[in-house]
């Protein structure tokens, strides 16, 4: 008997039958508790990584901060209904029998696309008419703190969801991959705005995207639009 670990067939099949208000219950649970793992992560690094802070200490929570990042749980809720909606009507469709090498390449090809977009989108919310009304707030972290990375104005979260959707739409990714580059998302941005560095040094000459790479950016707006690579700064000029 052939078993195939990455035959999903079954759980999407019990996603395709659920109710909107099951749908609607379904995001909002998942994404509070990825927003709790999130800061969870955050504070278990800080507590056990000996590296020096990067910054003299870290950005105080706010109201308005736990008001924004309640506010993105939201959007991220209402990203993942518009996702279930398009998948119901097959404007996106799922692998739901990927190979092993299939989702390797499938993760690696979406945090690269994902990664040009981003640094695009980042690169347009730094418009000076842009960044006062959407990013500037975001930046008022010019150290970070374990909200750092939900507060976001809700179109720009709901921008990089849509960013997500447009490739999904594009190409049958595995519900695997996508839960992959989901993760890796999650964990690289908790890192990303940490504030002590979590690379090794030699990191920097691989073109990731470090936490000090990061925190460059939140000390000059004007460089370092990038997530996952430097490659797009190193590329476009605009890499410290």
Partial sequence: MNFNWFDFSGYLKIFWQFSWLQWIVFSLISNVLLCLFSIALYQFIEKTCRKDFLQKQNHPVTQSDAYLSLLTVVCNSFVMLLGAFLWKNNWIIIDPHPSAVSVFLETIAFIFLMDLLMYFFHYAAHLPFVYKILHGKHHEHVSTNFLSLFVLHPFETIGFGLMILALLM???????????????????????HLNREFFPASFDRLFVGTTRFHNQHHLDETKNFGFYTSIWDRLFGTYR
């Fill in 170 to 192: 594009s190409y049958d990714f595995s519900i695997i991959s996508i839960a992959l580059y989901l993760s890796i998302n999650l964990i690289w941005g908790t890192i990303g």
